[in-house]
């Protein structure tokens, strides 16, 4: 009698714990597990040397934008430009002011771990202004269209810090300045990028 006593206090004891277990689980596969965001906000300066009129100038880019994926990252970029330049067309140096905005793409198509290749592409138009020695004011305003095709090698520092280095080729079109044409301003180009991404 007390043996059949023990297993059904036993039994019912099983059944009670069983239950709350299956509960519990149940409760845990009904939670959705909280999604991760996939994109980040990122915004970037850089600064390199190109050629115009076969002389070196630097520059100095600011871009913003959205890395939607590992492979793709898109916005808006400015580059100004404020420099000296021996053009052989004319005799002494000319003042450039140079200034252009537009938009990128950026592809990704290695990664591994902290380490990246990118290929960025960027359209965008701006305007020129050169002044020569004995001028007063810089001439009126040549207005452009640019492009540019650049290979980059990143490495993420910290969660939020990438730097870049690479180079790459810059396109214009629409410039007669002061002696100075599109071949003078098509250059190859080098530069050192700092992006932050959150």
């Known amino acids: 009698m007390r043996f059949a006593k023990f297993i059904s206090v036993f039994a019912f004891a099983f059944a009670v714990s069983a239950n709350a ?35 070196g100038t630097i520059f100095m880019s600011v871009r913003i934008g959205v890395q939607w994926n590992d492979i793709i990252a898109n916005g808006a970029w400015a580059t100004f ?5 021996m053009n052989p067309n004319v005799k002494g140096q000319e003042l450039v ?4 905005f537009g938009l990128f793409a950026e592809l990704f198509p290695y990664r591994n771990g902290a380490f990246s290749i990118s290929v960025p592409v960027q359209v965008g138009a701006g305007v020129v202004n050169v002044i020569e020695k004995g001028d007063e004011a810089f001439s ?10 650049a290979l980059h090698f990143n490495y993420r520092v910290t969660r939020m810090l990438e730097v870049s280095i690479g180079g790459g080729y810059r396109m214009f079109a ?25």
């Open 97 to 100: 002011n140079y200034n252009a």
């Open 21 to 55: 277990e299956l509960v519990g689980m149940n409760d845990q596969a009904t939670e959705a597990p909280a999604k991760e965001r996939s994109w980040s906000g990122l915004v970037g300066v850089s600064g390199g040397n190109s050629l115009i009129a076969r002389d």
């Open 140 to 149: 009126p305003e040549d207005k452009f269209f640019t492009g540019e095709m």
């Open 81 to 85: 430009l404020m420099s000296d330049v």
């Open 174 to 198: 629409g410039i007669s300045e002061n002696n100075l044409d599109d071949m003078d301003f098509c250059t190859p180009f080098g530069e050192l990028r700092f992006t932050i991404k959150e």
